[in-house]
């Protein structure tokens, strides 16, 4: 049968297969550029003679000049307003009320941030635990004290002597073996720590527990195979894995009772709020320059804790990531390495 036309034209065109094996296997260099082709002013240029050009994004260009436009107003109106006082301000912050206030709020954080912690871990563990009575005394008092505003419990235990003038402790309807004067135990700083701390292990306990779940149930079981005691499990396996889990939650209530510390001039404590608050009384003409200063001194303890709270992350990262997660002087150090070698290209071309 004979051969179609078309097809034996294709097969004399087409070049020898050894030919075209011969050709494919030569390295690209070898083969004959198009550029090489006299009066040929479409060919492409070398790889090393062209650039890449980066994706144009107008978008972001217009975004980052709106912002940038709305930053400068907002700074310019904080420079140029008088009504700010900015004078008085300097004046007012670090007068000695002020520093004091700060010292009642740093020390109120302190105890509170201790206690609440303390007291999350025992609710957290007692949600966990197979006891019915635990779980739902546990569960309760998460509910309760979630549920009640902070300014509210504040109040409720700054008049607590109202309902309970002494405090007992011995046998249930029986005799007491020690007798308290409520009035002469709660003073002004108790009862703010107090009523701090237990809403703060409130939101603590649910912190840990849920930290705690999040360790692999496998780390469990091995030290389960391994034979190791509850304590020890709990204190040398779980909880260490759960703190990666634990640090940054908890550091941002620690943030928030920070502010929360402000309710305490409710009770009578005069705290870093409670101080600009009693001078804004007394000097009415300086009450912006001193809720400016209770803000900055409250953005710089809030600025320290999150600080604090970067360098406890990549301490309790070791392990769980390949490499470290770069501090601030790092990043500065590349991006410095970055702009230098992007001005050597640059030049070079």
């Not at 005394?137 to 300014?151: A, E, G, K, Q």
């Not at 009578?268 to 000097?283: E, I």
């Not at 406890?312 to 790092?330: H, I, K, M, S």
Request: hydrophobic share 50%; aromatic share 10%.
């Amino acid at each position: 049968m004979s051969e179609p036309p078309g097809a034996a034209v294709s097969l004399a065109s087409a070049p020898p297969a050894a030919e075209t094996a011969e050709a494919s296997s030569q390295p690209r260099a070898a083969r004959p550029a198009a550029a090489e082709r006299p009066g040929d002013d479409t060919a492409p240029r070398p790889l090393a003679a062209q650039r890449v050009l980066p994706l144009r994004r107008p978008g972001r260009w217009i975004v980052t000049a709106i912002v940038l436009v709305l930053v400068a107003q907002i700074a310019h109106g904080l420079v140029t307003n008088p009504f700010y006082q900015w004078d008085r301000f300097q004046y007012w912050f670090l007068r000695p009320t002020i520093l004091d206030g700060l010292l009642i709020t740093l020390k109120v954080t302190a105890y509170s941030a201790v206690l609440g912690l303390l007291g999350g871990v025992l609710v957290a563990l007692g949600r966990l635990s197979r006891s019915p009575v635990l779980r739902a005394v546990s569960w309760t008092y998460t509910w309760l004290f979630r549920s009640v505003p902070l300014i509210v419990v504040l109040l409720f235990l700054y008049n607590f002597s109202a309902l309970y003038k002494t405090l007992s402790l011995g046998v249930p309807f029986g005799p007491a073996f020690f007798t308290f004067d409520e009035s002469r135990l709660a003073t002004d700083i108790v009862v703010a720590v107090v009523g701090l701390s237990l809403n703060e292990a409130a939101y603590a306990s649910e912190v840990v527990r849920s930290g705690i779940l999040a360790v692999d149930q496998g780390q469990h079981e091995a030290a389960l195979a391994l034979g190791m005691p509850k304590s020890y499990q709990f204190t040398k396996i779980v909880f260490p894995q759960a703190l990666r889990s634990i640090t940054p939650n908890y550091v941002n209530l620690l943030i928030n009772l920070i502010k929360s510390t402000s309710l305490v001039f409710y009770v009578s404590l005069l705290d870093l709020f409670g101080s600009a608050q009693s001078m804004g009384s007394t000097y009415p003409g300086d009450i912006v320059p001193l809720l400016l200063v209770a803000t900055v001194w409250y953005l710089i303890l809030t600025s320290a804790v999150s600080i604090v709270q970067f360098y406890v992350e990549r301490y309790f990262a070791r392990g769980a990531t390949r490499t470290l997660p770069p501090t601030p002087l790092q990043k500065l150090r590349a991006g410095l390495r970055d702009l230098r070698a992007r001005a050597r290209r640059e030049a070079a071309i």
